[in-house]
């Protein structure tokens, strides 16, 4: 295990409503990543956060915005829901931008 | 043009035989490379780095042709266990998935 933890496991949500899922790095860890995995697909890079400072971002709209707390935990929050956005989210922890990133199990969105 | 891309298989193979993958990327100014293993429904996993001058880890072998923007993995003697998705990754800024490659070994 890597020891990064996301909650929830699994979520099922409607369109046109919010989500906010949840990320603990590993100990040590000051930098967290967020992708979206679509079915069939690889992860996509949706945006990174070094030490609470959001540090690139992917190809993603403005209504997938992100936080990361003091202690590296970290949020990535979905406004506006789409069904485009049912997919599997991947946050990975690394101990610096550049080294490698770990990743949690992930939470499966379902937007209905 | 994906930025890497990936043949997704799945490539059905007996157990013991010998598979390849093939990755290419369209970034030439990548500074790094990976292949990772992901299991159904998991996380990816980093399966290994991948170097210039090549890189073996037990049964895997990995490659990368600057020149022709292409990585490879080889797994030698296939094992049941070794069923999973294996997903090229490129690194600039940030890390760049392939598509993954299903490898399904069969008894």
């Known amino acids: 295990e890597t020891g990064v933890t996301q909650s929830p496991t699994h979520l099922i949500k409607t369109r046109g409503q919010q989500v906010t899922l949840r990320c603990s790095s590993q100990?040590?860890?000051?930098?967290v990543s967020w992708y979206q995995q679509a079915l069939g697909q690889g992860p996509q890079f949706i945006f990174q956060y070094y030490r609470e400072e959001e540090n690139g971002r992917g190809n993603f709209p403005p209504r997938f915005s992100g936080l990361q707390f003091p202690n590296y935990s970290s949020e990535l929050n979905v406004n506006a829901l789409e069904l485009d956005d049912s997919a599997l989210y991947l946050c990975?922890?690394?101990?610096?931008?550049?080294?490698?990133?770990?990743f949690g199990p992930g939470t499966r969105l379902l937007v209905l | 043009r994906k930025e890497v891309e990936q043949d997704p298989g799945p490539f059905n193979v007996p157990e013991g035989a010998t598979v390849a993958f093939n990755c290419t990327y369209s970034n030439s100014a990548s500074q790094s490379f990976f292949w990772y293993r992901q299991d159904c429904r998991k996380e990816p996993k980093l399966l290994m780095s991948v170097y210039s001058s090549g890189n073996e880890d037990g049964r895997f072998t990995a490659q990368l042709n600057r020149a022709s923007q292409y990585i490879s993995l080889l797994i030698r003697d296939s094992k049941l266990s070794d069923s999973a998705t294996y997903l090229c990754v490129v690194k600039g800024s940030k890390l760049i998935f392939g598509q993954g490659t299903t490898l399904q070994v069969k008894p």
């Open positions: 100990s040590g860890h000051n930098t």
């Open positions: 990975a922890s690394s101990p610096g931008t550049q080294e490698t990133q770990y």
